[in-house]
């Protein structure tokens, strides 16, 4: 009869890796957190007195012959485990529950569990005895004994092998040792590092150690180096000596992980979220009708069925549905499906997510959240506090609102535990709208700091009607430190209204002075305190309450506001838009989307393609294929769409027989494909960000010079030169305000769906913040979702001063972009110092960086910092240009020693077209007029550190 413990599972909300985990049989955790087990299942003859009965815990080894630790804990009572990142590796400890207090051997109830970390050392010493520490000098006969301490590879089979610091091509002994615990041992011979050396042994020679880990890798130190143990050998030679050892006590570690107790109740953690509809859970929502576009015959159901899972989700994505692959295998029946042929198969409901946020705009909704353990049905109460004191008095918590109709003002937020979380909606803003305008106006200036006294220099009068004047000119000259006055100080600010404030309507004598407050320009930075009262004990915590992890209450984004707003001028001026061109009268905007050219709206049925038919003007001079809103040509839209075109016959045309080139088609990479209302919108961003390139004009608030890089495309718009009738430009500008206004607010005409920046690889500026003239706060990308080249064995060895195969360390970061000339951004606010312009494209060359610009910059911590932007194709800047980050400074390219040489179709110097890249360096000084920072080796510094996107030890995104 089969009573006990059947299976056990792990309880935790977070700590453990499912992509290295095998489910009912292996668990893969992190290191250094508490791992939470609990019983799953009982064999059914189990009785209810039993299954409360005290249970023993059984922490065994890898085979399950030697239990390391036995622990009875009280039914319901997690047992946790802690695995300590020496104890980490391929090595997989044995976990098991018994309600007899012993090893089942007949049935596997338990699971492996093994940890995982960073491989490396951390910490290495010789010695010439076993077992005891003797550092003196080394002489050819001796044997050495090395001892090391790692992380991540217990229970692997490592590889330490010997180097002449004269040879470092072969390894002189190689010896291979199981690392126990986190601990190994080896025992090299001298007399083999003798017979090495190349030549006669100098006086003194110098030998390292290196490990090479199970995968071929080699292992290295808390400072990355992989020359693990270093050792002198003086030029003596003595006979061996074999010494019986004198402590014949075997080597103990500590074999057992260390044990915390866990706690039956907690609050785990508090943050702020964001609700994404993206927990795929197991409830039928409906049925899905998928119909074949085209035949398919003899179909892959794997390759089928994951093409048509791509294809749906998204369009089921905004009514929180999702498809489950093996749904749509299974319904794939037949092995050929004709055109219009349609399968079914359920969708299923997409349940929420809290998705923890480090930042959002005042009067934003957002969650508070905070996870629990065990604490279900009861009230969690959670406070919002400042770092620093800057909206609110000290020590008080900040008030918000309640997100919902005539929500309240809540300085305590009260939420009940549902499934482990306990949840608050509310925006981030105080009930009434006076306070609001306060916090706004607090938020713009920062912390209010000391004083600042202003000297007149010369007698001048003030008057009501010339205050507002001189209170600008007064704040400069604080500023930039003039009249004989001390500038304002680093990291803070002023501002005119303050010095307004301070002005009398009066006559100041020289030497007069007045004084007006400064302020500390920093982020509104929150953490949380969550409470709540459990069984026995009140839990309380901070959450959030260190450097690094603040909530910080940001800017309100515009950005994609200013885009759409601009793409509702354009439609104005090219007469499909809410207004009759030049004029106030309104006209119904959908009809846009279906006006071809000349025409009033409904002149065609939107379908999946342009509608392709050339009308005329009203007096026959102009003929054109525009169609849709934003009257896209049939041969732009060929373009957009993938498709090589010619010149012929006086206009543009798609290319005969077809070539279609699969990386140019910007409707498919951009989910745009078809004449949908939303797909003409979504080209619309196509050709603004990739042909007009004026994203970075509408960032930066210019929107002349949008007008103008966009006036050779849509002709209707002011100054362009086609011959057709053009927008008066401040009626053009009028509409533009109007329209950014309703888009700020909500309220949009448009059909592509809010959110669109991340599809379109588009930088939000916001987030790059505001900088003073003295540093630069903020850092941005050189190129939207920046990766690391995987080219030269991989993306670690495309790093700052990685060895990864080369003579020299890497002097830099490469960032990947392929064949593809794309822009190069600054990422740092500064000054232009130096450019090379004079390689033409793909110009090679085996001892230069090619075309290149060099940044001067002060960071956020007023250091300075010189940026050097490599390779390039083109440079769009030139000596003593003032940037900003996130403007652009070139085109990326393949000059220099990254050129590609072919002969006879082979590559026989520079670097492939795929593995193309941005080389980029920085330091801490430089010598002006150069093209490199070898003169100044020693002050080049990690580029990566002015980088706004940031990576892990393995080169990929965090």
């Known amino acids: 009869m089969a009573k006990g413990v059947k299976k056990i599972k792990w309880v935790g909300q977070s700590g453990a890796l499912r992509d290295f985990s095998l489910q009912n049989k292996i668990l893969c955790i992190k290191p250094n957190q508490t791992a939470p087990f609990m019983v799953d299942e009982w064999y059914s003859e189990t009785t209810e007195e039993e299954k409360r009965r005290n249970i023993t815990w059984l922490w065994m080894d890898q085979k399950k012959k030697k239990i390391f630790k036995k622990e009875i804990r009280s039914a319901g009572t997690p047992f946790g485990v802690n695995l300590p990142k020496k104890l980490c590796g391929s090595y997989a400890f044995?976990?098991?529950?018994?309600?007899?207090?012993?090893?089942?051997?007949?049935?596997?109830?338990?699971?492996?569990?093994?940890?995982?970390?960073?491989?490396?050392?951390?910490?290495?010493?010789?010695?010439?005895?076993?077992?005891?520490?003797?550092?003196?000098?080394?002489?050819?006969?001796?044997?050495?004994?090395?001892?090391?301490?790692?992380?991540?590879?217990?229970?692997?089979?490592?590889?330490?092998?010997?180097?002449?610091?004269?040879?470092?091509?072969?390894?002189?002994?190689?010896?291979?040792?199981?690392c126990i615990n986190g601990a190994l041992k080896a025992k090299f011979t001298t007399m083999s590092c003798f017979m090495a050396v190349p030549g006669l042994p100098s006086d003194l020679e110098n030998f390292y150690i290196k490990v090479l880990d199970i995968t071929g890798e080699y292992l290295k130190t808390e400072s990355g180096n992989d020359k693990i143990v270093s050792f002198t050998i003086k030029n003596k030679r003595v006979m061996p000596v074999f010494e019986p050892p004198t402590n014949t006590t075997p080597l103990t570690v500590d074999s057992t992980p260390k044990e915390e107790e866990v706690k039956t109740e907690g609050i785990i953690t508090a943050y702020f979220a964001k609700e994404e509809f993206s927990l795929e859970t197991a409830e039928v929502a409906?049925?899905?009708?998928?119909?074949?576009?085209?035949?398919?015959?003899?179909?892959?159901?794997?390759?089928?069925?994951?093409?048509?899972?791509?294809?749906v989700d998204p369009q089921v994505k905004a009514d929180k549905k999702y498809a489950k692959l093996d749904d749509i295998k299974n319904a794939l029946i037949e092995r050929t499906y004709e055109k219009g042929a349609s399968i079914s198969f359920n969708l299923y409901k997409l349940g929420a997510n809290y998705i923890k946020i480090n930042s959002a705009p005042l009067e934003e909704e957002v969650y508070v959240v905070a996870k629990t353990f065990l604490l279900d049905g009861k009230e969690v109460s959670i406070t919002i506090k400042e770092k620093e004191t800057i909206l609110i008095d000290a020590d008080a918590n900040v008030p918000v609102l309640e997100a919902k109709e005539d929500g309240a003002e809540l300085a305590t937020l009260k939420a009940t535990v549902e499934k482990g979380i306990a949840k608050v909606k509310i925006k981030l803003r105080p009930k009434a709208d006076e306070d609001l305008k306060e916090w706004k106006e607090k938020l713009l200036k920062g912390k209010k700091e000391e004083a600042y006294r202003y000297t007149f220099k010369n007698?001048?009068?003030?008057?009501?009607?010339?205050k507002k004047q001189f209170a600008v000119i007064i704040l400069n000259n604080a500023k930039e430190g003039k009249q004989g006055n001390a500038k304002i100080a680093t990291g803070k600010t002023a501002f005119a209204d303050d010095v307004e404030k301070a002005l009398k309507s009066e006559t100041y004598s020289s030497g007069?002075?007045?004084?007006?407050?400064?302020?500390?320009?920093?982020?509104?930075?929150?953490?949380?305190?969550?409470?709540?009262?459990?069984?026995?004990?009140?839990?309380?915590?901070?959450?959030?309450?260190?450097?690094?992890?603040?909530?910080?209450?940001?800017?309100?984004?515009e950005c994609e506001a200013r885009i759409r707003a601009f793409m509702r001028v354009i439609r104005i001026a090219e007469g499909t838009g809410e207004y009759i061109k030049g004029t106030k009268q309104a006209r119904d905007p959908e009809l846009g989307y279906t006006t071809w050219f000349s025409g009033a709206g409904n002149n065609f049925t939107l379908s999946d393609d342009h509608p392709r038919v050339i009308n005329s003007n009203s007096t026959n001079t102009i003929r054109s294929s525009a169609a849709g809103a934003y009257q896209i040509m049939s041969w732009k839209s060929d373009n957009l769409n993938g498709y090589t075109l010619v010149f012929k016959d006086g206009y543009f045309q798609k290319k005969l027989p077809e070539e279609y080139i699969e990386k140019y088609d910007k409707a498919k990479k951009y989910d745009a494909k078809g004449f949908s209302k939303e797909a003409q919108d979504k080209l619309c961003v196509a050709i603004l960000k990739d042909d007009a390139k004026v994203i970075n004009a509408l960032q930066k608030k210019d929107i002349k010079e949008a007008i103008s890089k966009s006036s050779g495309i849509w002709v209707s718009l002011p100054g362009a030169t086609a011959g057709q009738p053009t927008a008066k430009m401040q009626e053009t500008l009028d509409y533009y305000e109007e329209f950014l206004k309703d888009e700020l607010a909500g309220k949009s005409n448009l059909h592509i769906?809010?959110?669109?920046?991340?599809?379109f690889d588009i930088k939000c500026s916001c987030d790059l913040g505001d900088c003073t003239e003295e540093k630069c706060t903020q850092y941005a990308d050189v190129v939207p979702n920046?990766?690391?080249?995987?080219?030269?064995?991989?993306?670690?060895?495309?790093?700052?001063?990685?060895?990864?195969?080369?003579?020299?360390?890497?002097?830099?970061v490469d960032i990947y972009t392929g064949d593809n000339k794309v822009d190069v951004h600054s990422l740092l606010c500064g000054e232009v110092v130096f450019t090379v312009t004079s390689f033409a494209t793909?110009?090679?060359?085996?001892?230069?960086?090619?075309?290149?610009?060099?940044?001067?910059?002060?960071?956020?911590?007023?250091?300075?910092?010189?940026?050097?932007?490599?390779?390039?194709?083109?440079?769009?800047?030139?000596?003593n240009d003032k940037v900003k980050h996130n403007d652009v400074i070139g085109i990326s390219g393949s000059t220099g020693n990254a050129g590609s040489v072919y002969e006879n179709g082979k590559l026989i110097h520079g670097i492939s077209p795929e593995n193309y890249h941005i080389h980029i360096e920085a330091s801490t000084s430089y010598v002006a007029g150069t093209a490199t920072?070898?003169?100044?080796?020693?002050?080049?510094?990690?580029?990566?550190?002015?980088?706004?996107?940031?990576?892990?030890?393995?080169?990929?995104k965090i």
């Open 933 to 956: 920072f070898k003169n100044v080796a020693s002050s080049r510094v990690n580029p990566e550190d002015y980088m706004k996107t940031k990576f892990d030890i393995d080169g990929e």
């Open 512 to 557: 007069a002075t007045i004084s007006f407050d400064t302020y500390k320009t920093q982020a509104e930075s929150l953490w949380l305190k969550a409470e709540c009262q459990g069984e026995t004990v009140k839990h309380e915590k901070e959450f959030l309450k260190r450097d690094g992890a603040y909530f910080i209450i940001g800017k309100k984004c």
């Open 94 to 178: 044995y976990l098991e529950a018994s309600l007899y207090g012993s090893h089942d051997r007949n049935a596997n109830t338990g699971l492996h569990v093994y940890g995982k970390c960073e491989k490396k050392i951390t910490s290495s010493s010789w010695s010439k005895k076993e077992n005891t520490a003797d550092n003196s000098e080394i002489n050819y006969g001796h044997d050495l004994f090395i001892s090391l301490e790692t992380e991540g590879v217990n229970g692997d089979t490592l590889t330490l092998e010997s180097y002449s610091a004269k040879k470092t091509e072969t390894p002189i002994q190689t010896v291979n040792v199981k």
């Open 459 to 466: 007698e001048t009068v003030i008057t009501d009607s010339n």
């Open 286 to 311: 409906d049925q899905f009708e998928y119909k074949f576009k085209n035949r398919n015959a003899n179909i892959d159901k794997d390759k089928i069925a994951a093409i048509i899972k791509k294809n």
């Open 786 to 812: 920046p990766q690391i080249s995987t080219d030269n064995g991989g993306k670690k060895n495309n790093r700052f001063n990685s060895a990864g195969g080369r003579k020299n360390p890497h002097r830099g």
């Open 842 to 879: 793909n110009e090679y060359n085996s001892t230069s960086l090619g075309n290149l610009v060099v940044v001067k910059s002060k960071d956020k911590n007023d250091e300075v910092v010189y940026i050097m932007y490599c390779h390039l194709d083109s440079v769009k800047v030139a000596k």
């Open 753 to 759: 769906k809010q959110g669109f920046l991340k599809d």
